[in-house]
Nanobody, 129 residues
Framework: QVRLVESGGGSVQAGGSLRLSCAAS????????MGWFRQAPGKEREGVAF????????????LKDRFTISLDNANARNSKNTLYLDMNMLTPEDTAMYYC??????????????????WGQGTQVTVSS
């Protein structure tokens, strides 16, 4: 069973930066994909950025200039890794609950929420103007 634990959310003023982390464990085979989704109040959950175990990365088009996803595989032999999301030049529109997600498969096509089996509990990001 894959387990995901997010951290790093918080409150920041517009123009600021935050780094989200997701500690993942329990992977049993590759390839696997990981990603960040976000959900603002009253809105649907949307994809932010994705990465697979071979390092293929994709972003929501409107976010790619400000957000960076990365994956630390240093502990992969123990079926553990850490997913990051660096967010810069934040705006109030970025306010949302951010979720880490994981699943098996690669990142060679457009990914959707249904492509991810495992989810973290979410971490809140609040950007004030």
């Amino acid at each position: 069973q894959v387990r995901l634990v997010e951290s790093g959310g918080g409150s920041v003023q517009a123009g600021g930066s935050l780094r989200l982390s997701c500690a993942a464990s329990g992977y049993v085979y590759t390839p696997y994909r990981m990603g960040w989704f976000r959900q603002a109040p009253g809105k649907e959950r949307e994809g932010v950025a994705f990465i697979d175990s071979d390092g293929r990365i994709s972003y929501e088009d409107l976010l790619k200039d400000r957000f960076t996803i990365s994956l630390d595989n240093a502990n992969a032999r123990n079926s553990k890794n850490t997913l990051y999301l660096d967010m810069n030049m934040l705006t109030p529109e970025d306010t949302a609950m951010y979720y880490c997600a994981a699943g098996y498969g690669d990142n060679t096509r457009a990914l959707r929420r249904s492509d991810f089996l495992y989810w973290g509990q979410g971490t809140q990001v609040t950007v004030s103007s």
